[in-house]
């Protein structure tokens, strides 16, 4: 296994350089030296058989590694019965265009936090959960990953805590970081390598060093209020963070594997370039080139 790095999405100057299809992406990735790609079906599942499978070979001749983004919609927590049922169909759909572009990974968002109660909450959201994972067993397709994403907003489910008590739901469950995500919520707590180093090392408390090893890991500047998440930014505004050269000297450290999403504002691609850039420096025992701004990224000049 190698670590990989790709765009959530297209970024504008995918468009603005005249691409329209999704069928043009891994060729753009390609030239650009960009591995993966996390296929974006937040507004529904919407991709047909076909165009998945043509997507899918496209990226496997460039060696591009797929992701999905399931639907928004999805609420684990929801007490609703027609909204349990649309919870379950978005995650089964997403799961079959998965199979279909050959994609190995589903993120999802767990659902609702917002309650009197969040035990209860999150008591609900397993169960419904356990229910999902034992029909997608009976539809054959246990082998793509379902990873529950850390969230940024406090009214949401997804602390690190909640998301490592859905993976242990079952072995088809591995834990999306969004480090982003995670940075708002604390307040702007990822600064350097010990704070990267707690959530890594949790994660192989809990699940084990396999899934810390090849960890989905979401990565992007984000904007935040006392509520949490306000917006994703962009690499080149560097007083938001979080810093991604101290999470490049651990992976190089730890000789970890994982694949890095990048989910900025416009710049998905542009930004995740520059990382991977950090972390081939880090990789070879050197400095970034970038140097260590806050955002751990180049300067406007540079770009």
Same mark, same amino acid.
């Given at each position: 296994?190698?670590?990989?790095?790709?765009?959530?999405?297209?970024?504008?100057?995918?468009?603005?350089?005249?691409?329209?299809?999704?069928?043009?992406?891994?060729?753009?990735?390609?030239?650009?030296?960009?591995?993966?790609?996390?296929?974006?079906?937040?507004?529904?599942?919407?991709?047909?058989?076909?165009?998945?499978?043509?997507?899918?070979?496209?990226?496997?001749?460039?060696d591009i590694q797929l992701s999905i983004h399931a639907p928004y919609y999805i609420n684990l927590?929801?007490?609703?019965?027609?909204?349990?049922?649309?919870?379950?169909?978005?995650?089964?759909?997403?799961?079959?265009?998965?199979?279909?572009?050959?994609?190995?990974?589903?993120?999802?968002?767990?659902?609702?936090?917002?309650?009197?109660?969040?035990?209860?909450?999150?008591?609900?959201?397993?169960?419904?959960?356990?229910?999902?994972?034992?029909?997608?067993?009976?539809?054959?397709?246990?082998?793509?990953?379902?990873?529950?994403?850390?969230?940024?907003?406090? @009214?949401?489910?997804?602390?690190?805590?909640?998301?490592?008590?859905?993976?242990?739901?079952?072995?088809?469950?591995?834990?999306?970081?969004?480090?982003?995500?995670?940075?708002?919520?604390?307040?702007?707590?990822?600064?350097?390598?010990?704070?990267?180093?707690?959530?890594? @090392?949790?994660?192989?408390?809990?699940?084990g060093q396999e899934y810390a090893q090849n960890l989905h890991i979401h990565f992007s500047p984000?904007?935040?209020?006392?509520?949490?998440?306000?917006?994703?930014?962009?690499?080149?505004?560097?007083?938001?963070?979080?810093?991604?050269?101290?999470?490049?000297?651990?992976?190089?450290?730890?000789?970890?594997?994982?694949?890095?999403?990048?989910?900025?504002?416009?710049?998905?691609?542009?930004?995740?370039?520059?990382?991977?850039?950090?972390?081939?420096?880090?990789?070879?025992?050197?400095?970034?080139?970038?140097?260590? @701004?806050?955002?751990?990224?180049?300067?406007?000049?540079?770009?």
């Amino acid at each position: 296994m190698v670590i990989r790095f790709g765009p959530a999405g297209a970024s504008d100057s995918f468009y603005e350089g005249g691409h329209k299809s999704s069928l043009e992406m891994p060729q753009w990735l390609a030239e650009k030296g960009l591995t993966a790609y996390e296929y974006q079906c937040t507004r529904g599942v919407k991709i047909g058989e076909r165009m998945a499978a043509r997507l899918g070979e496209l990226c496997a001749e460039r060696d591009i590694q797929l992701s999905i983004h399931a639907p928004y919609y999805i609420n684990l927590s929801s007490g609703d019965p027609d909204l349990k049922v649309k919870t379950k169909g978005h995650l089964l759909k997403s799961l079959m265009a998965a199979r279909f572009m050959g994609a190995k990974v589903v993120v999802f968002h767990p659902g609702s936090g917002s309650g009197p109660d969040r035990g209860e909450l999150m008591a609900a959201a397993k169960a419904l959960f356990k229910e999902i994972l034992a029909e997608v067993e009976a539809a054959g397709l246990s082998d793509i990953l379902l990873a529950p994403e850390t969230m940024g907003k406090r @009214n949401m489910l997804g602390s690190l805590e909640e998301v490592l008590d859905l993976c242990e739901l079952g072995k088809q469950v591995v834990p999306a970081v969004d480090f982003g995500h995670m940075h708002a919520l604390s307040g702007g707590e990822f600064k350097d390598k010990q704070s990267y180093a707690r959530v890594l @090392n949790r994660i192989v408390e809990r699940l084990g060093q396999e899934y810390a090893q090849n960890l989905h890991i979401h990565f992007s500047p984000v904007e935040f209020t006392g509520a949490g998440e306000k917006r994703h930014r962009t690499a080149l505004e560097t007083e938001f963070g979080p810093d991604f050269t101290p999470l490049a000297e651990i992976l190089a450290e730890r000789n970890l594997t994982p694949t890095i999403i990048c989910e900025s504002a416009g710049r998905q691609a542009e930004d995740v370039m520059l990382y991977r850039d950090i972390y081939l420096q880090h990789l070879a025992g050197g400095l970034s080139p970038f140097g260590k @701004n806050k955002g751990g990224t180049c300067p406007p000049c540079l770009t």
